[in-house]
């Protein structure tokens, strides 16, 4: 009984750290917000039951995203369907992002600054930022162009944009958008 009740604590304390991170993962790859916390808490239910059984799991985080990814690749099964690849993830947020950062940029830097900043940018961050913002080339032409994944593309523009940022002495525009 007593192990019960450590487990139990166990569970509720990951439960508590994880459930934001799961609902999140799950959301992004369903797509509606019922489904998501339908599964999220499927998620929660398997992983109690298999503790509940007196198994053992030696890293939980792994093990939920694990168990979340399985009843994702189940629902989309009984659906009929696919999941979403990443690039079209990715591709549904990028136009709100681009403009995010663009009025980010314009509202705070002159020319000479962001040149200064590129300059200091690291070269795989700077070439995707230059082929997207400056020759406007679409994420697809980007990756062929470099010979890369559209994820890979997707992944450089992101981190490429908040260090941007960063070098030039602002707070990533995600935040400051977001407090203004």
Do not use: C
């Not at 696919?82 to 980010?104: G, R, S, V």
């Amino acid at each position: 009984m007593q192990d019960l009740d450590k487990k139990e604590r166990e569970f509720l304390a990951a439960y508590d750290e994880y459930a934001r991170v799961v609902y999140r993962h799950v959301r992004l790859r369903v797509g509606r917000t019922e489904d998501a916390e339908d599964i999220a808490a499927q998620t929660f239910m398997k992983t109690w039951e298999y503790l509940s059984l007196g198994k053992h799991i030696l890293r939980l985080k792994p093990f939920l995203f694990r168990v979340a990814n399985n009843l994702i690749i189940d629902w989309y099964r009984a659906k009929g369907s696919q999941p979403l690849p990443l690039e079209e993830i990715e591709n549904k947020d990028q136009e709100a992002e681009d403009k995010k950062f663009e009025a980010a940029i314009d509202a705070r830097g002159d020319a000479q600054a962001l040149g200064r900043a590129l300059d200091k940018l690291e070269p795989p961050y700077r070439d995707v930022l230059v082929l997207k913002y400056v020759e406007e080339y679409e994420v697809k032409e980007i990756a062929e162009k470099l010979g890369v994944s559209e994820n890979v593309v997707y992944v450089r523009i992101h981190r490429g944009r908040k260090k941007l940022m960063e070098l030039m002495g602002q707070q990533p525009y995600e935040q400051s958008v977001a407090t203004t």
